[in-house]
């Protein structure tokens, strides 16, 4: 079964062994939410894998009529199974962020999160044009984080959300904080 990626940006490098067997390695980055330290994390893991050299080497039973194509595809195929197991080691070492933003968006708007203002120089909250208090974003995503911290079941279901998330989901949220 194979896995997309659609960040797949990395250090890639190719190297071949005494057999001629050409090896590649891919360096790739992985963003992933420490539930502990409730703070975005990152990891560098370092994957390889051997594209087939032929058919035979393949695996293929089936006879195709282009050679070149099919491998070609094959390769990518075992390249985005590599990096999503890759990431998939990186990310269960706590949340994915997507997944931790979307749970704590909701609290967003009830109290006490919900009163966390900009404030001016007397301690009064900052309006805009309009008039409506402009919310001090950091401050409330702090104390989300610490009250979803406080909370063995909020952080247990954001662990199994995780497991369950694409990185196409993950890309929603990067301005989310």
Do not use: C, H, W
């Not at 406080?150 to 990067?174: F, H, M, Q, T």
Request: proline share 5%; aromatic share 6%; no cysteine.
């Amino acid at each position: 079964m194979s896995r997309q990626n659609s960040n797949l940006k990395g250090k890639k490098l190719m190297s071949t062994n005494e057999n001629g067997t050409k090896t590649n390695t891919i360096e790739k980055t992985y963003k992933y939410f420490d539930l502990e330290a409730m703070e975005q994390k990152e990891e560098t893991v370092q994957i390889s894998f051997t594209p087939p050299a032929d058919l035979n080497d393949s695996r293929i039973s089936a006879i195709v009529n282009n050679e070149a194509v099919l491998l070609e595809i094959l390769s990518k195929s075992l390249k985005a199974d590599a990096l999503a197991d890759a990431e998939k080691s990186v990310t269960s070492k706590g949340g994915r962020k997507s997944v931790v933003f979307a749970t704590i968006k909701p609290f967003r708007m009830l109290p006490p999160f919900s009163n966390y203002f900009v404030l001016d120089a007397d301690g009064k909250p900052k309006t805009d044009s309009d008039g409506s208090k402009i919310v001090d974003r950091k401050k409330q995503t702090a104390e989300l984080l610490a009250f979803v911290k406080r909370n063995p079941e909020i952080l247990d279901a954001i662990r199994k959300g995780s497991a369950e998330v694409s990185p196409e989901d993950d890309a929603a949220v990067e301005n989310e904080e």
